[in-house]
């Protein structure tokens, strides 16, 4: 077929010039790919409809990858003004079936494809101009602002693959073929399954800021494991292997699925894989447009929970012990098989990168050293949950892109799909999902007595979440009421009707509750996922961990519980989700109250915050914004501070002064009042701060 997709750029070299026109034309590939990948949709009506119930409409797909562009920007401050403020917000986030992810299709007034397609056109437009005039300096670090521009076309390579899979789950009526996304036209029958052994060793994962290709912040860090002697699948279970298990019954014997596969077969009701058609008792295949008869040597896509459950059956009718591999043993698997790490390794070795096909191909057609498909075909489902590396650290441009997902729910895929580009083809990329989903995946086994134990919880990995979580929910120090309480009794105290609430910059999450005790609904908004996620967390669980540091690597283990915060019966009057405070959906409405929490001094607009908040209220609505005035330009343009500096006549400008001058057409002032809190950083170093509280009656 011919080829589509372009390998990605090293971060390093010597001529500026040259490595500007090399982002370009990757950035420039990826997005036309992204774009083609679209072609498959029938006609514009199939942008709206759902592969899937858990899914927006593809539309939503179609702008979400330009509008992360965008987004990135402007929080890192590489742009100052927005292309289409409303395409921003509403294609922002929604891809992962979490509980702040909102799938409500009330809330969204999707926009035409053809607005849809000349926002993007302005999209590359921009990204195009940045790349050849911004500030750039060999190598690149993601430090710098070109790695922004990387981030986001690794980000669309990442939707390339998961829109073709959702293209996939799609009725037919609503596809075509597409000349450019040609399938594998071989078969054979399966080949015979062997066990291959790899030698006890000692494995290293994770990589350094050194190295040379784009990374995601869960990439960096190092992890050592010592692995034993165990044995490999020579190739991926094939969909004739697996056939045997369907044929047996697999799918309605409780013995082979565990709790969470039992509840995913009650959901979906499913007798067979995602891409197997039953008609007249014969199994036909989904292709990407066509259904056609069984690749019998084609590799089986399943979900994670369908391995589990094939394993437990082989192991049962073997009486052998076969599991998941672990993300240890892979790498094991793959020093076996001598692998170089791109650009050394050739894309024509693997079904990678849309080389050969665009589906997958036969399991004995690419080897490894005797082991067929380490890489490409299709992804391989991992026992081992996502977790960070020692030295995990977020980056600050996209810190929601690992966090959420070391969760113990979410499993790693490995060694790529047909599909797969960019950083996805890469050997240190660490992708996850959760176990139900469907993705470009399959499976091998190995044989192992090993079981996975390890058990991470995203806060014990997350320093400055645990800090808040100490700050939020952990002890009160010199005498100083919690600060979460002390701003929802302002709040109490001032509201004329207690209906609903927003509690805007909610961290995570103790003042919304507080809030339930006085509104019937309360929405806790914040722009850190890392943050809404303890909140819904403690709704969801009933309980969140954290750590409190007490003096350099030693931490005090804590844990709260809902039922100990007194919060059970509220927990129903409560919801969390992400947002952006200066580019909020329009459904975040009809408040009577708006809190902003320590929130306008961080924004990177305030002013425009201030002037669309008053929309947010009802008449009569109370908005109270609470702040220390700690002004930073890593937060905020200098330029767009609201106070903390002198004018032109050499006047001091002072934020609550202000606030007055910006609110007064559509507020009343209230009251204001000094608030103090203590963060602990230590156990003998304390912040102390001292917050102004200023509230408004909405005219």
């Known amino acids: ?53 858990t899914r ?59 607005d849809v397609r000349e926002y993007r056109n302005k999209v590359r437009e921009l990204i195009n101009n940045l790349i050849m005039n911004m500030p750039l ?39 075509k073929s597409v000349a450019e996304f040609s399938r594998c036209r071989h078969d054979s029958n399966p080949p015979q399954n062997k066990l291959v052994d790899i030698k006890a060793q000692n494995i290293k994962l ?56 039992l509840e995913y077969l009650k959901n979906s009701k499913a007798k067979h894989p995602e891409f197997w058609v039953l008609q007249n008792g014969v199994y036909l295949y989904r292709s990407l447009s066509e259904v056609i008869d069984m690749p019998m040597s084609w590799p089986a896509e399943v979900n994670a929970l369908e391995a589990e459950a094939f394993c437990r059956y082989k192991s049962k009718k073997d009486g052998v012990n076969y599991i998941l591999p672990s993300e240890a043993e892979y790498r094991a698997i793959y020093e076996y098989a001598n692998l170089e790490d791109i650009p050394d390794l050739h894309e024509s070795r693997a079904n990678i990168n849309f080389y050969h096909y665009a589906s997958s191909s036969p399991v004995d057609e690419f080897s490894f050293n005797g082991i067929y498909d380490v890489i490409g075909n299709v992804w391989q489902w991992s026992r081992t949950a996502i977790f960070g590396f020692k030295g995990f650290k977020v980056h600050e441009a996209y810190d929601d892109f690992s966090t959420p997902t070391f969760d113990n729910k979410h499993a790693l895929i490995l060694g790529s799909s047909w599909a797969s580009s960019g950083n996805l083809i ?27 134990s390890k058990e991470t919880d995203i806060y014990e990995s997350d320093e400055l979440v645990s800090q808040y979580c100490e700050f939020q929910y952990g002890d009160t120090h010199f005498g100083v009421q919690n600060f979460a309480i002390s701003c929802a009794e302002l709040a109490s105290k001032f509201a004329i009707n207690t209906k609903k609430a927003l509690d805007l910059g909610c961290a995570t999450g103790r003042a919304t509750y507080e809030l339930a005790k006085t509104f019937d609904e309360v929405e806790g908004v914040d722009f850190s996922v890392r943050f809404v996620g303890v909140g819904a967390k403690l709704k969801e669980l009933g309980k969140i961990n954290f750590h409190s ?31 952006d405070a200066c580019n909020l959906k329009p459904n975040f409405n009809s408040y009577d109250l708006v809190i902003a929490t320590n929130l306008i ?66 507020f009343e002032a209230l009251h204001v009042e000094d608030i103090e809190f203590v963060i ?20």
Request: hydrophobic share 35%; charged share 30%; glycine share 6%.
């Open 1 to 53: 077929m011919s080829k589509l997709s372009l390998y990605p750029i090293t971060l390093d070299g010597t001529d500026i010039q040259k490595k500007r026109q090399e982002i370009k034309e990757y950035f420039n590939n990826t997005f036309d790919l992204y774009e083609k990948v679209f072609e498959v949709l029938k006609d514009d009506s199939a942008f709206y409809k759902k592969s899937e119930l």
């Open 56 to 114: 927006h409409p593809m539309i939503f797909y179609f702008g979400h990858t330009a509008t992360f562009f965008i987004n990135k920007l402007i929080n890192t401050k590489i742009i100052s003004e927005r292309i289409n403020p409303d395409f921003e917000s509403i294609f922002a986030v929604g891809v992962d079936e979490m509980s702040w992810d909102d799938m409500d299709s009330s809330h969204y007034a999707w926009p035409k494809v053809k």
């Open 137 to 175: 300096s060999l190598p690149i670090t993601d430090e710098s602002a070109m790695w922004i521009i990387l981030m986001g076309c690794e980000h669309e390579r990442i939707h390339i693959e998961t829109s073709l899979v959702l293209h996939r789950q799609m009725p037919l009526e609503f596809v």
């Open 206 to 261: 994770g990589k350094t800021s050194e190295h040379n290709l784009y990374g995601w912040d869960n990439e960096y860090g190092d992890y050592k494991e010592k692995i034993d002697d165990f044995k490999v699948a020579k190739y991926l279970v094939s969909n004739g292997e697996y056939m045997s298990f369907v044929q047996d019954g697999g799918y309605l014997k409780k013995e082979y699925w565990d709790d969470e596969g």
């Open 426 to 452: 890469m050997k240190h990329s660490r992708y996850a999902f959760r176990k139900h989903f469907t993705q470009f995946a399959g499976f091998r086994y190995v044989v192992s007595d090993v079981k996975e």
């Open 549 to 579: 540091v007490e003096e350099g690597e030693i931490v005090t283990k804590k844990s709260v519980t809902i039922q100990e915060l007194g919060y059970e019966k509220l927990k129903d009057k409560v919801s969390f989700w992400q947002g």
């Open 601 to 666: 001094d961080r924004l990177y607009d305030p002013m425009l915050f201030l002037k669309t908040v008053a929309q947010r209220l009802n008449k009569d609505g109370i908005l109270i914004i609470t702040s220390p005035y700690t002004w930073q330009e890593s937060s905020t343009k200098k330029e767009l501070w609201l106070g903390g500096y002198k004018d032109e006549n050499g006047n001091d400008i002072k934020t609550i002064d202000s606030l007055k001058k910006v609110l007064e057409k559509e």
């Open 680 to 699: 602990k950083e230590t156990a003998r170093k304390y912040q102390h701060t001292i917050s102004q509280a200023s509230v408004w009656r909405k005219k």
